[in-house]
């Protein structure tokens, strides 16, 4: 079955404590860009990636860092989160290209960071 | 810069009733516009999407959306609600010749 996976779902942490989200897509996709949600303010994107070894910053990367060693994977890394690092992230891919083909999102992870 | 501004964070509707979801949009150039669903504990999924080809896209699960560039809008519209058409609706907005690094969204109209 075709799917992004996202771990863990939850995850609740205190201020400094380094930890890490994962993100595997199965698809063979190139594209693969991290997002955070938060109330009133809809999907802003953190991080995105356009092949291995290529990243860019998106909209919002301040306190965030990501790596694309390989092709399946993009964690989303928080060195020392804060608490207005509390949100709901969503990793999404997609083939690379500009016909703009259909994201293919996880289930989310939702962060508490106290 | 491109931007999605959609009106009204809460739509309330009876089963049974047309669906309207706002959404305007601002680009510089010509855009890709699309709408995503977002139900309960899941990630979005696409319903339809605006590529230049027809002004008027249909989507999954009896969605609909007409790209009207005079009035910078893409309205999302059902005919009929029904209970299983409840979830969050994201209107995104893309530069043309770019793919989706360049995706932006809106703030969600929860229905």
């Known amino acids: 079955e075709a799917q992004v996976t996202q771990n863990p779902r939850y995850l609740i942490t205190v201020t400094g404590k380094k930890l890490t989200v994962t993100c595997s897509q199965n698809?063979?996709?190139?594209?693969m860009s991290w997002y955070r949600q938060d109330p009133g303010l809809g999907l802003r994107q953190i991080y995105y990636?356009?092949?291995?070894?290529?990243?860019d910053k998106g909209d919002v990367p301040e306190g965030y860092k990501v790596s694309r060693k390989e092709k399946r994977n993009f964690p989303l890394i928080l060195e020392s989160p804060s608490p207005n690092q509390t949100s709901l992230y969503f990793c999404?891919?997609?083939?690379?290209?500009?016909?703009?083909?259909?994201?293919?999102f996880g289930n989310g992870t939702r962060l508490t960071v106290t | 810069a491109q931007s999605v501004t959609q009106l009204g964070s809460h739509v309330s509707v009876s089963e049974g009733a047309l669906v309207l979801l706002r959404c305007n949009y601002s680009s510089s150039v010509p855009p890709y516009l699309f709408w995503y669903v977002q139900y309960p504990n899941q990630g979005l999924q696409l319903l339809l999407k605006?590529?230049?080809?027809?002004?008027l896209v249909k989507g999954i699960n009896g969605f609909e959306a007409e790209f009207k560039k005079s009035e910078t809008s893409f309205h999302l519209t059902k005919p009929s609600a029904h209970m299983s058409d409840a979830a969050e609706y994201f209107c995104a907005v893309s530069i043309s010749n770019f793919g989706n690094e360049k995706l932006t969204f809106g703030t969600g109209t929860r229905l």
């Open positions: 999404a891919s997609s083939t690379a290209g500009t016909e703009n083909s259909p994201l293919h």
């Open positions: 605006y590529t230049s080809a027809a002004t």
């Open positions: 698809m063979n996709h190139e594209y």
């Open positions: 990636s356009m092949n291995v070894e290529v990243t």
